[in-house]
């Protein structure tokens, strides 16, 4: 799967798509973070199906890292 390039009135945002899985662990995450600067997109539109399963399982920890990094690049989600 590939993230696509959405500009909706003047915002632009890298989009997964729908019922695909994209990250298959936290640290996958670059790989958005990485689309978003080459793309000179601020946010991404990820569906549940792009997360990790273990996003969802909140002691797993993976959905505070991933959030937490798209935070230290200041991209939204």
Same mark, same amino acid.
């Given at each position: 799967?590939?993230?696509?390039?959405? *500009?909706? %009135?003047?915002?632009? #945002?890298?989009? %997964?798509?729908?019922?695909?899985?994209? @990250?298959? &662990?936290? &640290?996958?995450?670059? &790989?958005?973070?990485?689309?978003? #600067?080459?793309?000179?997109?601020?946010?991404?539109? @990820?569906?549940?199906?792009?997360?990790?399963?273990? #996003?969802? *399982?909140?002691?797993? %920890? *993976?959905? %505070?890292?991933? @959030?937490?990094?798209?935070?230290?690049? &200041?991209?939204?989600?």
């Amino acid at each position: 799967m590939e993230l696509t390039l959405v *500009d909706a %009135g003047g915002v632009k #945002f890298v989009e %997964g798509t729908q019922n695909e899985a994209y @990250l298959a &662990r936290a &640290r996958d995450i670059d &790989r958005v973070i990485e689309t978003c #600067f080459s793309e000179r997109a601020r946010a991404a539109l @990820l569906y549940a199906a792009n997360l990790p399963a273990t #996003f969802f *399982d909140l002691s797993s %920890g *993976d959905a %505070g890292a991933i @959030l937490q990094k798209l935070r230290n690049y &200041r991209i939204r989600l």
